[in-house]
């Protein structure tokens, strides 16, 4: 019992209840701070399989890594090396893309059942390996047609009858870590324009369809937009307020989140799958999370 409490006390996993690999490398670095900021492959994005089963890592030159989050195994490494900025499994869970130093990849998965066993390995299979200078900070799928899709100084998608990437030359996109959030129709995106500005772009016809804020004054600019998977919310970061949540279709109606960091603090802000809650990760690893269900129901009460 006093190994247990030891243990506890210093942050280390106790033995009477096993934690798993994630937790136990966070604890981690939680308790050592000065060599998880000098280490070789810290995360710098995870992506969560459609089915829940697997999670996609990327890192400073750590590559890309898949791993079996019940066996806690490492499956697959699609990428040796790297820095890599963003990992995405597509929405039908077939593909995965990563974006980060030098280029953005993008692989199939396939899960081969075992001869004479119930389990599945997974065979990841590479499908274009666009390396190309400078460093690609987002990338996603598009929903319904699982479209790869990047940013560079516009809009960019991989066509994989060509095998060439196609560019969307009238979508502009500011240089941001989270740059644009596909509607649900998998054709429409809020992007963050070259001028700061949030507008809802088409990009099958690339035009504009309509701006939904503009950046006045220049100093309050769009600096990041994450849209919920019903298409009605986009929480918007900005340039020096923090974070705001804003009605799509009529953009009036909009708040800031109650005690939401400054922008200087913010990394990472995620919809839950339900669309119910946003989480908010900051510098300081501080994590926020709201449940934006209530406030639709309190706006909904007062007509709005």
């Not at 039908?92 to 130093?101: I, N, P, Q, R, T």
């Not at 460093?135 to 960019?156: D, I, L, M, Q, R």
């Not at 900005?238 to 708040?255: A, C, H, Y």
Request: proline share 6%; hydrophobic share 40%.
């Amino acid at each position: 019992m006093a190994d247990e409490l030891r243990r506890y006390l210093a942050g280390d996993p106790i033995v009477a209840r096993p934690i798993s690999w994630l937790e136990r490398r966070w604890r981690w670095c939680l308790n050592h701070r000065a060599a998880a900021g000098q280490a070789a492959e810290p995360f710098q994005s995870v992506d969560f399989h459609p089915s829940g089963q697997w999670i996609a890592i990327g890192g400073w030159g750590g590559g890309v890594e898949v791993w079996d989050l019940k066996k806690r195994q490492l499956l697959a490494r699609p990428r040796e090396t790297g820095n890599i900025w963003r990992v995405s499994f597509s929405e039908d869970g077939k593909k995965l893309g990563a974006a980060g130093e030098g280029g953005v990849w993008l692989w199939n998965l396939v899960a081969e059942q075992k001869v004479d066993s119930a389990e599945a390995s997974l065979k990841v299979q590479e499908v274009a390996n666009l390396e190309m200078p400078g460093v690609y900070f987002y990338c996603t799928f598009a929903p319904k047609t699982n479209e790869f899709t990047w940013c560079s100084h516009c809009v960019t998608q991989y066509d994989e009858i060509s095998h060439l990437p196609r560019e969307v030359p009238q979508a502009k996109v500011a240089p941001e870590v989270s740059p644009l959030g596909f509607l649900p129709n998998g054709t429409h995106v809020l992007l963050v324009s070259s001028e700061g500005n949030l507008q809802l772009h088409d990009i099958k016809a690339d035009r504009v369809i309509r701006d939904v804020l503009r950046s006045d004054p220049p100093d309050l600019r769009v600096s990041g937009v994450n849209v919920s998977r019903s298409g009605e919310w986009a929480a918007v970061k900005w340039k020096r307020v923090g974070l705001s949540l804003i009605n799509i279709d009529q953009p009036k109606i909009n708040f800031d989140l109650p005690n939401s960091p400054t922008n200087s603090g913010v990394w990472f802000w995620q919809w839950s799958p339900d669309g119910k809650c946003l989480a908010l990760a900051c510098a300081d690893g501080k994590i926020y999370v709201w449940n934006i269900a209530k406030v639709s129901e309190q706006l909904s009460s007062i007509g709005l």
